[in-house]
T-cell receptor, first 109, second 114 residues
Framework: GDSVTQMEGPVTLSEEAFLTINCTYT??????LFWYVQYPGEGLQLLLK?????DKGSNKGFEATYRKETTSFHLEKGSVQVSDSAVYFC????????FGPGTSLSVIP | NAGVTQTPKFQVLKTGQSMTLQCAQD?????MYWYRQDPGMGLRLIYY???????DKGEVPNGYNVSRLNKREFSLRLESAAPSQTSVYFC?????????????FGSGTRLTVV
């Protein structure tokens, strides 16, 4: 069946460091891909999405490119801030939504 | 503000008590969902409603019931709470069942069963 795999966390970075959170997926069709962010004590928020191969989703300095050939949708940000500390979930949507397990990010000053 | 509203935000129940978690969305979305989030278990789908008048079981429906009261409201009921139902519950909505436009989540209900 369809699935989403994310890199294990927690990830700890210094402020202004480069961020990559890996996400790979398995799907029988051609899904839409998403990144959601969950700040402490809050619900998940849609961060960015891509609907077809080679699409790049971007928001708040975060980017991810839909790579069909490697079945990946890695999240990147060039310079993280303390306020980016949160849990990040990769997800796919085809006939239903599948969430990855989440990756916790802590950014220290 | 447009979005998904959940009530209550916090609740403590004794084993065997019942309660209903409320969820309402004002985005005219067709589909609504209830998830629970537990440490190390990720998000697990309890029930969903593809459209007004329909509901279906998700991965972990045992011990829960739902009602899609109208297009806006989707409630989750615990008939006889158990400690294993201690969790954070999230309601979400989407224009389509497939979720290909993305979900909008509520801020959650933190439930403790003692």
């Amino acid at each position: 069946g369809d699935s989403v795999t994310q890199m294990e966390g927690p990830v700890t970075l210094s402020e202004e460091a480069f961020l990559t959170i890996n996400c790979t997926y398995t799907a029988t069709g051609y899904p839409s891909l998403f990144w959601y962010v969950q700040y402490p004590g809050e619900g998940l928020q849609l961060l960015l999405k891509a609907t077809k191969a080679d699409d790049k989703g971007s928001n708040k300095g975060f980017e991810a490119t839909y790579r069909k050939e490697t079945t990946s949708f890695h999240l990147e940000k060039g310079s993280v801030q303390v306020s980016d500390s949160a849990v990040y979930f990769c997800a796919l949507a085809y006939d239903k939504v599948i969430f990855g397990p989440g990756t916790s990010l802590s950014v220290i000053p | 503000n447009a979005g998904v509203t959940q009530t209550p935000k916090f609740q403590v129940l004794k084993t065997g008590q019942s309660m209903t978690l409320q969820c309402a969305q004002d985005m005219n979305h067709n589909s609504m969902y209830w998830y629970r989030q537990d440490p190390g278990m990720g998000l697990r789908l309890i029930y969903y409603s593809a459209s007004e008048g329909t509901t279906d079981k998700g991965e972990v429906p045992n011990g829960y019931n739902v009602s899609r009261l109208n297009k806006r409201e989707f409630s989750l009921r615990l008939e006889s709470a158990a400690p294993s139902q201690t969790s954070v519950y999230f309601c979400a909505s989407s224009p389509t069942l497939q979720g290909n436009y993305g979900y909008t989540f509520g801020s959650g209900t933190r439930l403790t069963v003692v």
